[in-house]
T-cell receptor
Protein backbone atom coordinates (compact mmCIF):
# COMPACT_ATOMS: atom_id res chain seq x y z
CA UNK A 1 0.00 0.00 0.00
CA UNK A 2 1.41 3.39 -0.98
CA UNK A 3 -0.07 5.17 2.01
CA UNK A 4 -1.49 8.67 1.95
CA UNK A 5 0.18 10.70 -0.78
CA UNK A 6 0.48 14.46 -0.56
CA UNK A 7 1.83 16.90 -3.09
CA UNK A 8 3.81 19.01 -3.23
CA UNK A 9 6.13 18.23 -0.31
CA UNK A 10 7.32 21.81 -0.21
CA UNK A 11 5.71 24.97 -1.49
CA UNK A 12 7.08 28.48 -1.37
CA UNK A 13 4.79 31.21 -2.59
CA UNK A 14 4.40 34.94 -2.38
CA UNK A 15 1.77 36.60 -0.28
CA UNK A 16 -1.47 37.00 -2.20
CA UNK A 17 -0.97 34.01 -4.43
CA UNK A 18 -3.29 31.02 -4.59
CA UNK A 19 -1.99 27.77 -3.15
CA UNK A 20 -3.44 24.32 -3.77
CA UNK A 21 -2.41 21.31 -1.73
CA UNK A 22 -3.30 17.83 -2.92
CA UNK A 23 -3.99 14.53 -1.22
CA UNK A 24 -4.63 10.97 -2.32
CA UNK A 25 -5.99 8.88 0.57
CA UNK A 26 -5.39 5.18 1.11
CA UNK A 27 -7.60 3.12 -1.15
CA UNK A 28 -10.68 1.88 0.70
CA UNK A 29 -10.58 4.58 3.35
CA UNK A 30 -13.77 6.61 3.47
CA UNK A 31 -12.72 9.37 5.87
CA UNK A 32 -10.23 12.10 5.03
CA UNK A 33 -8.79 14.75 7.31
CA UNK A 34 -6.79 17.94 6.77
CA UNK A 35 -4.61 19.07 9.67
CA UNK A 36 -2.29 22.03 10.09
CA UNK A 37 0.78 21.91 12.30
CA UNK A 38 2.58 24.97 13.67
CA UNK A 39 4.88 25.52 16.61
CA UNK A 40 2.42 27.92 18.22
CA UNK A 41 -0.84 26.02 17.77
CA UNK A 42 0.28 22.41 17.46
CA UNK A 43 -1.80 20.03 15.35
CA UNK A 44 -5.16 21.50 14.37
CA UNK A 45 -7.95 19.71 12.54
CA UNK A 46 -9.11 21.97 9.73
CA UNK A 47 -11.81 19.88 8.06
CA UNK A 48 -12.80 16.28 7.57
CA UNK A 49 -14.82 14.37 5.02
CA UNK A 50 -16.76 11.14 5.19
CA UNK A 51 -17.69 9.44 1.92
CA UNK A 52 -16.55 12.60 0.09
CA UNK A 53 -18.95 14.82 2.05
CA UNK A 54 -17.59 17.54 4.38
CA UNK A 55 -18.68 16.70 7.91
CA UNK A 56 -17.05 19.40 10.00
CA UNK A 57 -15.22 22.46 8.69
CA UNK A 58 -15.26 24.40 11.94
CA UNK A 59 -11.49 24.31 12.08
CA UNK A 60 -11.02 26.17 8.81
CA UNK A 61 -9.48 29.44 9.96
CA UNK A 62 -10.94 31.83 7.42
CA UNK A 63 -12.91 32.05 4.21
CA UNK A 64 -9.60 32.14 2.40
CA UNK A 65 -9.39 28.40 3.06
CA UNK A 66 -11.47 25.90 1.13
CA UNK A 67 -11.36 22.14 0.70
CA UNK A 68 -12.93 19.78 -1.78
CA UNK A 69 -13.17 16.06 -2.24
CA UNK A 70 -14.56 15.41 -5.72
CA UNK A 71 -14.10 11.65 -5.47
CA UNK A 72 -12.91 8.97 -3.07
CA UNK A 73 -9.32 9.15 -4.22
CA UNK A 74 -8.57 12.86 -4.28
CA UNK A 75 -8.87 15.96 -2.13
CA UNK A 76 -7.57 19.51 -2.31
CA UNK A 77 -7.02 22.25 0.21
CA UNK A 78 -6.87 25.70 -1.31
CA UNK A 79 -5.76 28.98 0.21
CA UNK A 80 -6.64 32.12 -1.69
CA UNK A 81 -5.12 34.60 -1.16
CA UNK A 82 -2.26 33.24 0.92
CA UNK A 83 -0.72 35.18 3.80
CA UNK A 84 2.56 34.73 5.70
CA UNK A 85 0.68 33.49 8.77
CA UNK A 86 -0.52 30.53 6.71
CA UNK A 87 3.03 29.17 6.74
CA UNK A 88 2.84 25.73 8.35
CA UNK A 89 2.98 22.03 7.61
CA UNK A 90 -0.30 20.74 6.26
CA UNK A 91 -1.11 17.07 6.73
CA UNK A 92 -3.69 14.93 5.06
CA UNK A 93 -4.80 11.74 6.81
CA UNK A 94 -7.29 9.03 6.00
CA UNK A 95 -9.18 6.37 7.93
CA UNK A 96 -11.67 3.57 7.42
CA UNK A 97 -14.26 5.62 9.31
CA UNK A 98 -14.33 3.44 12.42
CA UNK A 99 -13.41 5.13 15.66
CA UNK A 100 -11.14 2.32 16.77
CA UNK A 101 -8.95 2.34 13.67
CA UNK A 102 -6.96 5.53 13.89
CA UNK A 103 -5.91 7.86 11.10
CA UNK A 104 -3.01 7.32 8.71
CA UNK A 105 -1.00 10.37 7.79
CA UNK A 106 0.78 11.55 4.69
CA UNK A 107 4.24 13.08 4.76
CA UNK A 108 2.85 16.60 4.79
CA UNK A 109 3.29 19.72 2.70
CA UNK A 110 5.53 22.41 4.15
CA UNK A 111 4.08 25.74 3.03
CA UNK A 112 6.07 28.92 3.24
CA UNK A 113 4.39 32.19 2.31
CA UNK A 114 6.80 35.08 1.88
CA UNK B 1 -16.24 17.05 23.57
CA UNK B 2 -13.38 14.62 23.95
CA UNK B 3 -9.91 15.89 24.75
CA UNK B 4 -6.47 14.68 25.79
CA UNK B 5 -3.85 16.46 27.83
CA UNK B 6 -0.17 15.69 27.58
CA UNK B 7 1.89 16.70 30.57
CA UNK B 8 5.35 17.94 29.70
CA UNK B 9 6.12 19.40 26.31
CA UNK B 10 9.73 18.20 26.58
CA UNK B 11 11.12 15.09 28.24
CA UNK B 12 14.78 14.08 28.40
CA UNK B 13 16.03 10.63 29.33
CA UNK B 14 19.37 8.90 29.18
CA UNK B 15 19.91 6.11 26.72
CA UNK B 16 18.84 2.88 28.40
CA UNK B 17 16.56 4.61 30.91
CA UNK B 18 12.82 4.25 31.26
CA UNK B 19 10.67 6.39 29.01
CA UNK B 20 7.40 7.68 30.47
CA UNK B 21 5.20 10.06 28.49
CA UNK B 22 1.98 11.14 30.12
CA UNK B 23 -1.49 11.47 28.65
CA UNK B 24 -4.78 12.07 30.41
CA UNK B 25 -8.12 11.99 28.68
CA UNK B 26 -11.43 13.68 29.27
CA UNK B 27 -14.38 11.56 28.27
CA UNK B 28 -17.75 10.63 29.69
CA UNK B 29 -17.67 7.25 27.96
CA UNK B 30 -14.84 4.75 27.44
CA UNK B 31 -12.75 6.33 24.72
CA UNK B 32 -10.61 4.98 21.93
CA UNK B 33 -7.09 6.29 22.53
CA UNK B 34 -4.00 6.40 20.37
CA UNK B 35 -0.31 7.22 20.53
CA UNK B 36 1.49 8.53 17.48
CA UNK B 37 5.15 9.29 16.84
CA UNK B 38 6.51 11.98 14.53
CA UNK B 39 10.12 11.96 13.40
CA UNK B 40 11.61 15.17 11.97
CA UNK B 41 10.16 16.20 8.62
CA UNK B 42 7.79 13.25 8.56
CA UNK B 43 4.12 12.57 9.10
CA UNK B 44 2.62 11.00 12.18
CA UNK B 45 2.89 7.24 12.55
CA UNK B 46 0.55 5.16 14.67
CA UNK B 47 2.41 3.54 17.59
CA UNK B 48 -0.45 1.81 19.36
CA UNK B 49 -4.13 2.10 20.19
CA UNK B 50 -6.51 1.25 23.00
CA UNK B 51 -9.82 -0.23 21.89
CA UNK B 52 -11.06 -1.73 25.19
CA UNK B 53 -9.88 -5.26 24.40
CA UNK B 54 -7.03 -5.07 26.92
CA UNK B 55 -5.86 -2.36 29.29
CA UNK B 56 -2.18 -2.95 28.53
CA UNK B 57 -1.47 -2.31 24.89
CA UNK B 58 1.76 -3.15 23.13
CA UNK B 59 2.89 -1.22 20.10
CA UNK B 60 5.78 -0.96 17.72
CA UNK B 61 9.40 -0.27 18.66
CA UNK B 62 8.99 -1.70 22.17
CA UNK B 63 6.48 0.87 23.37
CA UNK B 64 3.44 0.04 25.43
CA UNK B 65 0.67 1.96 27.16
CA UNK B 66 -1.71 1.18 29.97
CA UNK B 67 -5.29 2.40 30.12
CA UNK B 68 -6.31 3.31 33.67
CA UNK B 69 -9.91 4.33 33.95
CA UNK B 70 -9.60 5.34 37.61
CA UNK B 71 -6.89 7.82 36.69
CA UNK B 72 -8.27 8.71 33.23
CA UNK B 73 -4.77 8.09 31.94
CA UNK B 74 -3.09 6.39 29.00
CA UNK B 75 0.62 6.85 29.63
CA UNK B 76 3.22 5.63 27.13
CA UNK B 77 6.25 3.72 28.38
CA UNK B 78 9.34 1.97 27.11
CA UNK B 79 11.67 0.13 29.47
CA UNK B 80 14.91 1.20 27.80
CA UNK B 81 15.30 4.29 25.64
CA UNK B 82 17.27 4.15 22.43
CA UNK B 83 18.74 7.08 20.56
CA UNK B 84 16.37 6.36 17.69
CA UNK B 85 13.38 7.04 19.98
CA UNK B 86 14.10 10.77 19.87
CA UNK B 87 10.97 12.23 18.28
CA UNK B 88 7.73 13.97 19.11
CA UNK B 89 4.91 11.88 20.54
CA UNK B 90 1.22 12.67 20.35
CA UNK B 91 -1.69 11.24 22.29
CA UNK B 92 -5.05 11.28 20.51
CA UNK B 93 -8.69 10.39 21.10
CA UNK B 94 -11.43 9.66 18.60
CA UNK B 95 -14.74 11.45 18.69
CA UNK B 96 -17.91 11.13 16.67
CA UNK B 97 -20.99 9.08 15.98
CA UNK B 98 -22.66 6.97 13.32
CA UNK B 99 -19.61 6.09 11.32
CA UNK B 100 -18.10 9.57 11.14
CA UNK B 101 -15.19 10.02 13.46
CA UNK B 102 -12.44 12.55 13.88
CA UNK B 103 -9.21 12.42 15.86
CA UNK B 104 -8.31 15.02 18.45
CA UNK B 105 -4.63 15.33 19.28
CA UNK B 106 -2.77 16.52 22.33
CA UNK B 107 -0.09 19.18 22.16
CA UNK B 108 2.73 16.68 21.86
CA UNK B 109 5.78 15.74 23.93
CA UNK B 110 9.23 16.02 22.44
CA UNK B 111 11.47 13.21 23.67
CA UNK B 112 15.19 13.76 23.81
CA UNK B 113 17.51 10.82 24.43
CA UNK B 114 20.89 11.63 25.93
CA UNK B 115 23.93 9.51 25.16
Amino acid sequence: DAGVIQSPRHEVTEMGQEVTLRCKPISGHNSLFWYRQTMMRGLELLIYFNNNVPIDDSGMPEDRFSAKMPNASFSTLKIQPSEPRDSAVYFCASSRGQESVGAFFGQGTRLTVV
Amino acid sequence: AQSVTQLGSHVSVSEGALVLLRCNYSSSVPPYLFWYVQYPNQGLQLLLKYTSAATLVKGINGFEAEFKKSETSFHLTKPSAHMSDAAEYFCAVSEGTSGTYKYIFGTGTRLKVLA
